[in-house]
Structures are given as structure tokens and as C-alpha cells.
């Protein structure tokens, strides 16, 4: 497996290009503000064919580049249905203080191609074996991207806003629920082994385990 990442825009949301080795078809997980040339840069470097971009939610910050992105390649942008209307408008899920800050700020176009995710469950993409797992709470559409174990190789959680190393994402947004948030954690994320590597949409890496042990939110 082959996972790239790098934070992107004035949030630092980071974007990860996942694959099943070089020279291989690769999947872009929230590619931000700025991030297109990036992404392109490491498809170059490492051989990758973009196939897709996954959403982990429609915050601007996660999203920004998803358009360019989806028109360069001509792949799907892949968003839950829950989170669909913030690629029209961006401004419809931030609170009105931010709201004011930006007021005036040109956002990207809507992406041409987009996927709405339904239900939980394995994305079809026989390359790149991916599975879709919603985790309401951060957002109504909050989705993270799992893939699977295999042999030695410890699952891989792509959770976007809903879990961070050591803290859980914010609720206070329009259709957050913090209550929601938490239980999606533990019902959901916490199911997975110690060992599955959590790759969160801000700041460093962690794993099931260490989130099960020391995150004080998940006490």
C-alpha cells in the first residue's frame, strides 16, 4: 500500500493520495485549497493514474481543490449525500462569524462529476479496494475511507474531521451533533483493531488504539 500525504491552504487540511503500490490507480482524499498541482506532482513522481476523489465531508477547507481536480482527470468527486449541497454552497455550513470573514471570497465551481454516497459500504473500485463508512456528527454527511488489513499491514482509517489524534472534531457547525459525533467514534471506529493507523483530516497520524487509550473525549 502506498499512502502520500500533505496539509494544503490556510487550514493545513491535509490531502492524501492513496494507491496499492506505484505505477498504480490512485484514489485523492481531500484535496484542499492549493493542493491540485501538488496531488499532480506526486501522480508524476510516483507513476499514479488519479481514478477518484473522496470527500471526507464538504467543508471548504477539505474540498477547494476537488473540482480542478476532477476536470483535469475527468474522475468523480465522491461526497455523502448528507454533505452534497456544500459543493454548491460552500458558505451553507460555517458559522456566521466565519461567514463574515469571508465575506467576498471567490470559492471554486461546483465539481462537474460528483458521486453521492448513500449508505456505508465498499466504493466499487476494483483497484482500489475502498470501503466508505459514515460517521455523522461533525457534519450529517461525515464520511471516513477504510482500508482493509492485509496480512502484516494494518487497516487504514482516512477520518477526515470526525477524529484527530487525541480530540474529536467540532459539533457546533450547522448539522453537527456532538452527542452523534461521539457515539459514531465508538460504535463505529472503535470497532477497529488496535493497530489501524487513523489518517485525520488535521495534524498528525495515530491508531485505534492509542485514540482507545489516551483520547479523553472517548472516556
Known amino acids: 500500500m502506498l499512502i502520500l500525504g500533505f496539509p494544503s491552504g490556510a ?16 484514489a485523492v482524499v481531500d484535496p484542499g485549497d492549493d ?37 483535469r482527470h475527468r474522475i468523480a468527486v465522491h461526497i455523502h449525500v448528507g454533505d452534497r449541497y456544500m459543493l454548491a ?4 455550513a460555517v458559522s456566521a462569524q466565519f ?8 470559492f471554486p465551481p461546483e465539481p462537474g462529476m460528483v458521486v453521492a454516497i448513500e449508505q456505508s459500504g465498499p466504493l466499487g473500485m476494483t483497484a482500489l479496494p475502498i470501503e466508505a463508512i459514515h460517521t455523522p456528527g461533525h457534519t450529517t454527511g461525515s464520511t471516513c475511507y ?13 477520518t477526515g474531521d470526525t477524529l484527530f489524534a487525541g480530540t474529536v472534531g467540532r459539533s457546533d457547525l450547522p448539522g453537527g451533533d456532538g452527542p452523534l459525533l461521539v457515539r459514531s467514534i465508538r ?3 472503535l470497532s477497529w483493531p488496535d493497530d489501524t493507523v487513523v489518517l485525520p483530516g488535521h495534524g498528525p497520524a495515530s491508531t485505534i488504539g492509542d485514540e482507545r487509550r489516551t483520547n479523553p473525549f472517548l472516556q
Request: charged share 15%; aromatic share 4%; glycine share 8%.
Open 11 to 26: 487550514l493545513q487540511a491535509n490531502c492524501y493520495l492513496v494507491a496499492t503500490g506505484p505505477g498504480r490507480p490512485c
Open 35 to 71: 493542493a491540485a498541482d501538488q496531488v499532480d506532482d506526486l501522480c508524476t513522481e510516483h507513476d499514479l493514474t488519479p481514478v477518484a476523489v473522496l470527500l471526507t465531508h464538504g467543508h471548504f477547507d477539505h474540498v477547494g481543490s476537488a473540482a480542478e481536480l476532477s476536470d
Open 89 to 92: 454552497d460552500p458558505m451553507a
Open 99 to 106: 461567514a463574515a470573514m469571508l465575506a467576498g471570497q471567490t
Open 146 to 158: 477504510a482500508v482493509a488489513a492485509d496480512g502484516a499491514r494494518p487497516g487504514v482509517l482516512f
Open 187 to 189: 460504535d463505529t471506529l
